[in-house]
């Protein structure tokens, strides 16, 4: 990352001129010249710079490149997290077609793109390009290219003398990770949190701010890197005739965000420059997807998009007609399991939940560790502190259809899909919808095997994430692995005093999952409870006997510790009472993180006899699992 210094020192100097066009962007390439084409991809980024109307931004370099070329107003990822949009725009094919669809998926076990697809430098290649990734940067996609290299090269000095060429730049310092925190505390790049304008679906709170205002350094610190590419194009003489792509591959790191279908997750910064092919200034409000960008590259380069392909050319005399719909899904991202597929137009956009009975916060390591926002609103939501248009993120399920009109709520807050009034665009979107799931043979219809679906990352393994190899970030541990840990013992009540009262659930017939395994000290051991109770917000119960009347002050529970991923406690409450049928009001609502480790939830010290413990799991209602319970007090 860049120094104020560097950064003021190398900054590309860009002309400011430029003229605003409303409708699509025409280019024209100038004759007997095939022009270089550089793709600069930044991860986890949304619109967030000073052209497209942030003021928390600082981004001169980005605004002058829109201002000497296209910027596009609509450009959307065909998925909201990296591995699965990125396989999607580099072979020009949505990732649910090629089988792509399931974040880290198939990197290592040999799977090959269906017969005849090929990463899309196979045909630039073919047209007589050379292809450039520089060393060390990121690919990260769901397939084996196979033995063809999809790169001829690494080296930046080599670019003059392999003209035309195609390069891929890339930027991982938007991802949430050291770099990120470094923006944060770099004078140069730091955001006042006091006066960052949040969305209306993040409570107003210090923590929000300055989450919010980090992300803000992280945007402001991408353009002084931004403008040492460029400088480093510049210098090696070849910009004159080079079509720079800029674009992120997916959506911001936040709530409502990356791994989800919001225009948070899936609407990305587009802007596109070429001097002598395209109108300085111009602004194209038209949808383009990501998978856009492989047939327009290769139509730039004076060749044919194979048939196979699923974007169109956007730009130049071949460009097809602007769409009138683009399409995005989101299926597995780490460990945990959702299918949800979008359609945008012009105005509306309709969201189909597959997996209606997973709340929106199911647990995943990666944001439980990531996103303080997360556990500020499951905070904020336990004590009824939340708006109601914050609450919804909250809810224990989600709704089968979601609808929103992106012109009047722009930040997707009213649900209308039970309004009569939208029910003609409603249904001309469901059968939108529908009509793409067939047409583009959604291979999200296809569950995953277990042994496909990776456990939850530890701890350990997310804090090292830092220092993989970049495409390799964050791998999660082997299935099978167990941990073992056991509670420690100090101030915990003695476990031959305990009785458990009642179990408001149906418990598996296996001798080692019943709900005395809570108490019976073998953390390989654990009470795996099945949903009967009548209340389904929190559907798991159990009742225990202290044995007489103690002054409780904290409750320690180990989550199940096989790395099965279902059935690890979320949600819980809290009560104790002097008699089993008197419980009064929780002494405490938490949330656990989806982890292996011991969790302690500290209670005001309260007198009583009987606990109760009603919980909820993040994995759906049916199942929930505790390998060790204890309780402390005198």
């Known amino acids: 990352m860049l120094s104020r210094r560097d950064f003021l020192s190398q900054a590309w100097a860009v002309g400011a001129g430029g003229l605003a066009l409303g409708a699509r962007a025409q280019l024209a390439a100038p004759e ?8 600069i991809i930044s991860e986890d980024t949304s619109p967030d710079f000073g052209c497209y109307g942030n003021p928390d931004a600082r981004t001169p370099v980005l605004d002058r490149l829109a201002a000497e070329g296209v910027r596009f107003t609509h450009a959307y990822t065909t998925a909201p997290v990296c591995s699965a949009s990125r396989s999607a725009f580099m072979t020009g094919m949505y990732q649910t077609t090629i089988g792509a ?26 047209a007589g390009y050379a292809a450039v990734i520089p060393a060390g940067r990121k690919t990260d996609w769901n397939f084996s290219p196979g033995p063809e290299k999809p790169y001829d090269f690494n080296r930046w000095e080599d670019l003059p003398t392999h003209q035309p060429f195609f390069a891929q730049i890339q930027f991982s310092l938007t991802h949430r990770g050291n770099a ?19 969305p209306p679906y993040y409570p107003d709170h210090p923590v929000a701010r300055k989450d919010w205002a980090d992300y803000m350094a992280a945007i402001n610190a991408l353009d002084a890197e931004i403008a040492a590419a460029l400088k480093r194009l510049q210098d090696l003489g070849v910009m004159d005739n080079t079509v720079v792509f800029y674009f992120g591959d997916h959506g911001r790191p936040h709530v409502r965000g990356k791994q989800w279908l919001y225009e948070g997750g899936i609407r990305i910064p587009l802007i596109v420059r070429w001097p002598g092919g395209l109108p300085a200034g111009a602004v194209s409000n038209e949808l383009v997807s990501a998978i856009d960008l492989a047939p327009t590259s290769l139509a ?18 071949h460009a097809a007609l602007p769409p009138q719909y683009v399409f995005a899904a989101r299926d597995r991202c780490d460990e945990t399991l959702d299918r949800i597929r979008c359609v945008r137009d012009s105005r509306f956009k309709y969201i189909r939940n597959f997996m209606p009975e997973r709340p929106y916060t199911q647990p995943n390591r990666y944001k439980e560790t ?25 809810a224990p399920a989600k709704p089968v259809e979601e609808f929103y ?39 999200g219809r296809f569950p995953e095997s277990e042994s496909q679906i990776p456990p939850a990352k530890t701890k350990t393994e997310e804090e090292s994430k830092e220092g993989s190899k970049k495409g390799r970030e964050g791998q999660a541990p082997q299935a099978g692995d167990t941990s073992g840990r056991r509670l420690p013992d100090a101030d915990c009540l003695p476990r031959n005093g305990l009785l458990i009262l009642a179990v408001s659930s149906s418990e598996p017939d296996e001798p080692q999952q019943g709900a005395a395994c809570m108490l019976d000290g073998d953390p390989m051991t654990c009470w795996h409870s099945q949903w009967r109770t009548q209340r389904p917000d929190f559907p798991h119960e159990i009742q225990v006997d202290l044995g007489k009347p103690r002054e409780l002050t904290a409750i320690r529970i180990l989550p199940r510790q096989d790395r099965a991923r279902n059935g690890r406690i979320r949600d819980i409450e809290v009560f104790l009472a002097n008699a089993p049928d008197s419980w009064g009001a929780p002494l405490l609502r938490a949330r656990l993180p989806n ?11 309260t007198t009583g006899r009987y606990v109760r413990l009603v919980a909820r799991s993040g994995y759906g209602p049916p199942f929930a699992a505790i390998a060790e319970l204890s309780f402390l007090g005198r």
Do not use: C
């Open 32 to 39: 007997g010249r095939r022009p270089n084409i550089v793709w």
């Open 101 to 126: 669809h399931n974040h880290r998926s198939h990197r290592d076990d040999g799977f090959a793109l269906p017969d005849g697809v090929h990463v899309f430098t196979h045909y630039l290649r073919n």
């Open 180 to 198: 990120w925190k470094k923006a944060a505390a770099d004078p140069a790049f730091q955001v006042d949190p006091a006066t960052v304008q949040l």
């Open 300 to 317: 730039l380069a004076g060749a044919d998009a194979p048939r196979h392909m699923q974007g169109r050319v956007f730009l130049g005399p």
């Open 370 to 394: 990531q996103y303080p926002v997360l556990a500020l609103l499951g905070q904020l939501h336990a004590e009824g502190k939340l708006t109601p248009e914050q609450t919804r993120f909250m």
């Open 405 to 443: 009109d992106l012109q009047a709520d722009p930040h997707e807050l009213h649900n209308l899909a039970p309004d009569p009034e939208y029910r003609e665009p409603l249904t001309r979107m469901r059968g939108e919808l529908d009509a793409w799931i067939i047409r583009t043979n959604d291979q």
């Open 595 to 605: 982890s292996l480790d011991e969790h302690q939830l500290d209670i005001p010290p």
